[in-house]
């Protein structure tokens, strides 16, 4: 059987990222270019300025995975780039150079769900890893629970239904004075601090999450108390939301009787969060956590998650259009 090369183009927020994965599951290039010093200084991406970075990247950052990866354009079998959720402009910017190398090339263009690409990136990180599992997506735009019956069939189980867990953290560490970006200097200031401020936990009957109250309730907690411990109110913060996640997690294997559970998304970097989740394998759940430099935003999960749906025969024409709020 042929090897399948894929070129995944990544440009949804603030990293420019092109990849070449054979197969679905090896990497042979993975460019990251970040743009995080440059919206550092404002306190979050600023989206202007995201995709003027990204049209200024593109071109260098293609060229040096085709270099990484040893290949050329012609051993290149399929063309694709993320067409949504995310910043409409960034977004825009990746997809339109991946149906310009489509045409011109006269490759297939598969267009990819960057949800989706998150939960490939455990089919990278784990060879051995198929369908079906229960994943646990958290990251900056979402907080999900999803039921992958199969490498392109999802079922949402329960998602939040105000704040991202993402958004969350970042607001918290603005909240303490961290700045961006938020999750990482969140997780390493906690690790100094003791769990001790009770915070309020919200709680649906269905699995759905809630993190606005939480974030409310630490940011009046602060403007009461500017003095409060940073680092014990930062613990306080990442050991209830983990609670949140990993009971909402447990209905969701008790409900369906699959036990494997999949961490994706960049909040599953967080170290307490892991560690918490990784306690599950004592009550007879495996449980899987993407590589650490796979759960930021990457083109090479968006690679493999391109390649699925291109060998179930899921391509699209030219006319593929970003959407910024697309859903699994």
């Known amino acids: 059987m042929k090897d399948i090369l894929t070129l995944g183009i990544e440009s949804s927020c603030d990293e420019t990222s092109v990849a070449v ?12 270019d970040t743009q995080i010093p440059i919206h550092e200084k404002y306190g979050g991406v600023v989206p202007e ?8 990247a593109i071109s260098r950052v293609t060229k040096k995975a ?45 267009g990819v769900n960057h949800i989706e690409g998150h939960i490939a990136a455990n089919y990278i990180t784990y060879n051995e890893l198929k369908p ?13 629970l999803v039921y992958v019956k199969d490498y392109t069939e999802f079922e949402i189980l329960g998602k939040t239904r105000d704040d ?15 700045g961006y970006p938020g999750g990482p200097k969140v997780d390493k200031l906690a690790k100094e601090g003791q769990a001790n401020i009770e915070l309020p936990k919200t709680h649906f009957e269905n699995l759905d999450f809630s993190f606005s109250g939480i974030k409310t309730a630490v940011i009046n907690l602060h403007h009461k108390n500017p003095d409060v411990n940073k680092a014990d109110l930062c613990l306080s913060f990442e050991k209830t939301v983990t609670e949140i996640l990993v009971e ?6 008790k409900q369906t009787g699959i036990k494997t559970l999949v961490l994706g998304g960049g909040v599953s970097a967080n170290s307490y ?15 899987y956590t993407p590589d ?28 593929l259009n970003a959407i910024p709020n697309l859903k699994i």
């Open 248 to 253: 909402n997690t447990i209905k969701a294997i």
């Open 164 to 178: 991202a867990i993402g958004e969350a953290f970042d607001k918290v560490a603005r909240v303490v004075g961290l």
């Open 49 to 56: 300025i995201a995709s003027r970075n990204h049209i200024e």
């Open 66 to 110: 085709l270099e990484e990866a040893k290949v050329t354009f012609e051993d290149i079998d399929v063309i694709t780039p993320t067409y949504g959720p995310g910043l409409v402009g960034a977004l825009l910017v990746g997809l339109s150079y991946g149906k310009a190398l489509s045409y011109a090339l006269n490759k297939p263009l598969v």
């Open 132 to 144: 079906p599992f229960i994943c646990l997506l958290v990251s900056g735009g979402n907080t999900q």
């Open 273 to 287: 969060i892991r560690n918490e989740f990784l306690k599950l394998e004592k009550e007879g759940i495996k449980v």
């Open 292 to 319: 650490i430099k796979l759960c930021t935003d990457n083109a090479a999960m968006i690679a493999s998650a391109g390649y699925y749906n291109y060998i179930n025969g899921k391509t699209n024409n030219l006319e």
């Open 21 to 32: 994965v054979k197969n679905g599951r090896i990497i042979l290039s993975n460019i990251i």
